[in-house]
């Protein structure tokens, strides 16, 4: 009873752990809760002292524990060693929120940071920040945690803690996937089993995999979208709105392009196409050829990617002469009107041609409307940097493919940013600017991610692990980008680029 009332009085000195004097009560509590612990023998040292006490913590001695420590502390202390004096009050704080006593463990936290911090230990006050995060994390403070882990997360990256980042990114995830954010989580823990599998780190492996398991069980963001859309579709079946069943196909099929799921988003499109073709409305079946000739070209089918743009163009003269009331409801609820569509879908198609036809298509592109959006301009912009580049020019390339990023970004297209980012991270790499491709590479995975488009990822990955590899500096990195790609191209049946990132994995091991 005695000591369940000092533990109250310790929670209700500390107050709010940020103030000083606060702190300094929940020294003097836990302290004070030692009672008639016995303190090791003067002169011991205090390594040997941090040792003692993890000793008596795990033989259950809690009192003996806290004793040890804090006697650690005041060697530490005493010798001017600041970063020992974080280590012994980060491993206290950590016994006392073990053994039930979170509030007075915020106050220990807070003296192990300011240790930290003037013994300038980034690593140290890393620590410091994911033990606050594993607390907060216990006591459903999601938004809480999450900052914790993520500043841990990466203080440890930056200085090549590769465990301790792994292990922070597994508190991220977890953060992510309560606050409901899974396509992120998986994300996270694709890093993280990255990073144990080149440890050959069996138990954070295990880990891992136990958080997927868990992380499966969730509707993420993209399955949300696909229950609207399944929603959509099974109404308009019963109503007989075809109209509205074709373009919950149509949708269905670019989310599924998005996510790397070609199987499933090649035959959303192809009943698309079947259900416009039957409509008599060419509009939506161009629409849908365009689609899976952007999906074909992303995905390096080049003769299918090829056949489905000359499909979608026929179609598209095809829809210049209808005018029915079809077309015109079609047409008020399409993303650009069909001169812009059509542009983007020359432009699209000339990066699959020689040099001069690919000119000769963005030409006809460009007088198919006097004024574009931000879509057909930045796939214009995107289009004649490709053509520069394999004209050679590589200057005239690089500003093509800036200018259509900054195009795409402006009207929040993430993933037609990412796109053109790629392109000019791969024009760098291939004209000897490693360090520049990588800053790129890591500007297009933002942009993919933010987009949750799972095949720029791919590729972002792939790239910048190449980029890596030629900068010379960290070959860790590198592994674990490769294995990331390796995923995430056997995830979208790309079985052969999957190949040829595991094949890279093995060169660095």
Request: aromatic share 6%; net charge negative.
């Amino acid at each position: 009873m005695r000591a369940l009332l000092i533990i109250a009085v310790c929670a209700a000195l500390l107050g709010a752990c940020g103030d000083q004097d606060n702190t300094q009560k929940a020294e003097d509590a836990v302290t004070g809760i030692t009672g008639g612990a016995k303190a090791p023998p003067r002169g011991t040292n205090a390594e040997t002292l941090l040792t003692q006490a993890q000793q008596a913590a795990n033989q259950g001695r809690d009192a003996d524990a806290r004793a040890t420590y804090e006697r650690a502390v005041q060697v530490f202390q005493s010798s001017g060693d600041q970063a020992g004096v974080g280590r012994a009050l980060l491993a206290l704080a950590t016994h006392v929120r073990t053994t039930g006593q979170g509030e007075v463990s915020r106050g220990i936290y807070a003296r192990a940071r300011t240790a930290f911090r003037q013994a300038n230990d980034e690593a140290g006050i890393a620590r410091v920040a994911y033990a606050v995060a594993e607390l907060e994390r216990a006591r459903f403070n999601n938004e809480a945690a999450l900052a914790g882990f993520q500043e841990a997360a990466a203080t440890f990256h930056a200085h090549e803690l590769w465990r301790e980042e792994a292990h922070a990114l597994l508190g991220i995830a977890d953060s992510d996937r309560r606050l409901g954010r899974i396509v992120t989580a998986d994300g996270m823990l694709s890093r993280a089993r990255a990073i144990f599998d080149v440890l050959n780190d069996r138990e954070g492996q295990q880990a891992a995999d136990r958080s997927r398991a868990e992380l499966v069980n969730y509707v993420d963001e993209n399955d949300r979208e696909r229950l609207r859309l399944a929603e959509n579709i099974n109404y308009a079946d019963q109503g007989g709105n075809r109209m509205l069943e074709a373009l919950g196909h149509l949708g269905l099929g670019r989310l599924e392009a998005l996510a790397g799921r070609p199987a499933l988003a090649r035959r959303a499109l192809s009943e698309s196409r079947l259900i416009f073709a039957e409509m008599k409305l060419p509009h939506g079946e161009f629409d849908a050829w365009a689609a899976t000739g952007d999906l074909e070209r992303r995905l390096g089918n080049a003769d299918a990617a090829i056949e489905a743009y000359a499909r979608a163009l026929v179609a598209f003269e095809r829809a210049r002469d209808v005018q029915s009331h079809e077309a015109m409801t079609y047409e008020e609820g399409a993303a650009a009107p069909l001169p812009e569509r059509g542009a983007i879908a020359m432009a699209q198609r000339s990066h699959l041609e020689l040099p001069d036809a690919a000119e000769a298509r963005l030409a006809a592109a460009r007088v198919l409307a006097g004024q574009f959006g931000p879509a057909g301009s930045g796939m214009l912009l995107l289009a004649e940097g490709w053509l520069e580049a394999r004209r050679g020019v590589p200057t005239d390339a690089a500003g093509s493919f800036a200018a259509a990023a900054r195009t795409f970004a402006t009207a929040d297209l993430q993933a037609e940013a990412g796109q053109s980012l790629l392109a000019h991270a791969v024009l760098a790499a291939e004209n000897n600017a490693p360090r520049e491709a990588v800053a790129l590479y890591e500007q297009a995975l933002a942009a993919f991610v933010a987009a949750r488009d799972r095949l720029g990822e791919a590729e972002a990955h792939f790239g910048l692990a190449r980029a890596l590899v030629a900068v010379g500096e960290s070959r860790m990195e590198a592994n674990i980008r490769y294995r990331i790609a390796a995923r995430l191209y056997t995830e979208s049946d790309q079985r052969e680029r999957a190949e040829q990132a595991s094949a890279a994995v093995r060169t660095l091991n």
